[in-house]
């Protein structure tokens, strides 16, 4: 099947769904694959890898391991 039938396919599909969360999910997917390779961060985005490569200079950081056995207690929980 040739690219311009497999676009005329989901073109068709696409026009029949109304979910508009999944919509959106098509939408990032297909942004992601034209665009020019650079992703463009939000400002909440920017500030959270600030703090975290701050949090990270001065060794605030938990291993691997921890968190796995946090998690692992906390699903035991419920």
Same mark, same amino acid.
Request: proline share 0%; glycine share 2%.
């Given at each position: 099947?040739?690219?311009?039938? @497999?676009?005329? =396919?989901? %073109?068709?599909?696409?026009?029949?769904?109304? &979910?508009? +969360?999944? @919509?959106n999910? =098509?939408? %990032?997917?297909?942004?992601?694959?034209?665009? &020019?390779? +650079?992703?463009?961060?939000?400002?909440?985005?920017?500030?959270?890898?600030?703090?975290?490569?701050?949090?990270?200079?001065?060794g605030?950081?938990?291993?691997?391991e921890?968190?796995?056995?946090?998690?692992?207690?906390?699903?035991?929980?419920?």
């Amino acid at each position: 099947m040739s690219s311009i039938e @497999l676009k005329h =396919i989901i %073109t068709e599909h696409l026009s029949h769904i109304d &979910d508009v +969360s999944f @919509l959106n999910a =098509i939408r %990032t997917i297909v942004e992601n694959k034209v665009t &020019d390779g +650079s992703y463009k961060l939000t400002k909440f985005q920017k500030e959270r890898i600030d703090l975290a490569r701050h949090e990270l200079s001065k060794g605030e950081t938990t291993s691997h391991e921890f968190l796995q056995k946090e998690l692992s207690q906390w699903l035991n929980t419920k």
